[in-house]
């Protein structure tokens, strides 16, 4: 049974990734667009420093998966641009009209992939099955309007253990123009233990 179950699993990650048959091209294809660049948050950074410069990659990776979408994102501090503090793969998929998933994994050994956002074939060293999911991390966009789309995971479903939390959340708006992202850490109580409490980081793309 516990074979079976594995192997289910495992097939289940592998597609996990592809759209949906009624999926509207269009909009996944715009998401992905606007997603996908260089940003960096020094203005905001600029005009109050309880915010930090960071800088932020994200770019398409195995595009040789016809009807999946992967992107290789890492965030680092301007000042260490060398340097990522977080890497993470997303894959984004529709799940029908309006509404998409972006699903978070770990990459093995990520410091090999520090600043190869701009080399795509270098993941082709790993396969996609070689991520490890963050189950429970999902960020959920829907289409707001034309070029806008707002979205965050699931209350209560995103573990993390950083600076005492014991659960995560990140809310995302993605813009022509930028990205809004805000993540933060929640202890057992529901005290918010990391990230900032004004709101999100605001990305410019470049």
């Known amino acids: 049974m516990t074979k079976i179950f594995s192997i289910l699993l495992i097939s289940c ?5 592809k759209a949906t048959k009624n999926a509207n091209s269009t909009e996944m294809n715009e998401l992905i667009k606007l997603m996908v ?5 020094k203005l905001q950074a600029k005009k ?3 915010y930090h410069n960071i800088r932020l990659k994200m770019y398409p990776i195995w595009k040789e998966k016809k009807g999946e979408h992967w992107l290789y994102v890492e965030q680092a501090m ?3 641009p060398n340097q990522p503090y977080r890497q993470r793969v997303y894959c984004v998929k529709s799940l ?6 972006s699903a978070v994994y770990t990459l093995p050994s990520p410091k090999r992939f520090a600043g190869k956002w701009n080399e795509p074939a270098f993941f082709n060293i790993i396969t996609s099955d070689s ?14 309007s034309s070029k806008y789309y707002r979205g965050a995971t699931k209350e209560g479903t995103c573990e993390s253990s950083l600076n005492g939390a014991a659960t995560a959340t990140s809310e995302v708006e993605v ?8 993540d933060r850490g929640f202890d057992d109580e529901g005290k918010q233990v990391w990230g ?5 980081y605001i990305f410019k793309k470049e």
């Not at 990650?13 to 990734?17: E, K, R, S, T």
Request: net charge negative; with cysteine; glycine share 10%.
């Open 196 to 200: 900032t409490e004004k709101g999100g």
């Open 96 to 101: 029908g009209k309006d509404l998409f998933e």
């Open 37 to 41: 660049g260089s940003f960096d948050n």
């Open 13 to 17: 990650l592998l597609i996990a990734c």
């Open 131 to 144: 991520l490890v999911l963050r189950d429970g991390c999902s960020v959920y966009l829907r289409k707001v």
């Open 175 to 182: 813009f022509e123009d930028r990205i809004i992202s805000w």
């Open 78 to 80: 301007s000042s260490a």
């Open 48 to 50: 109050d420093s309880s």
